[in-house]
C-alpha cells in the first residue's frame, strides 16, 4: 500500500517561504499524477499545484508565479516550494497521488500545517 508523508508546515510570517515536502513509500517516477492540496477552515479542500509522471505542471491561480512544485525521484519525494506567503494561504497542506493502476486509485497523506501570521 503507498504511503505518503508530509512535512515542513509550520509557522512563518507573512512574505516568508516555506517548502514542503512530500515523502512516497514507492517510486514515484511513473506515477500518474501527484499533487498538493489544502483546506482552510470552514473551506473545501482545493488543489493547489500538480505534477505529472512526464514532469508536467499545473497550479491554482492563487499559487501562481509563488509556489513550485517539483519532485526528486531518487528520493521518491515531491516537493512544494511556497513564497510571499500570505495568510491566506494558512490551512492544512496535503500531498496526494493518483494512479488508475491502484486498487484504491488515490492516496493520501496525513497533511502539514502552514500558517502565516505576523
Known amino acids: 500500500q503507498v504511503q505518503l508523508v508530509e512535512s515542513g508546515g509550520g509557522l512563518v510570517q507573512p512574505g516568508g517561504s516555506l517548502r514542503l515536502s512530500c515523502a512516497a513509500s514507492v517510486g514515484i517516477f511513473s506515477i500518474n499524477y501527484m499533487g498538493w492540496y489544502r483546506q482552510a477552515p470552514g473551506k473545501e479542500r482545493e488543489l493547489v499545484a500538480g505534477i505529472t509522471s512526464s514532469g508536467n505542471t499545473n497550479y491554482a491561480d492563487s499559487a501562481k508565479g509563488r509556489f513550485t512544485i517539483s519532485r526528486d525521484t531518487a528520493k521518491n519525494t515531491v516537493y512544494l516550494q511556497m513564497n510571499s506567503l500570505k495568510p491566506e494561504d494558512t490551512a492544512v497542506y496535503y500531498c496526494?497521488?493518483?494512479?488508475?493502476?491502484?486498487?484504491?486509485?488515490?492516496?493520501w497523506g496525513q497533511g502539514t500545517q502552514v500558517t502565516v501570521s505576523s
Open positions: 496526494n497521488a493518483y494512479d488508475p493502476r491502484w486498487k484504491a486509485g488515490t492516496v
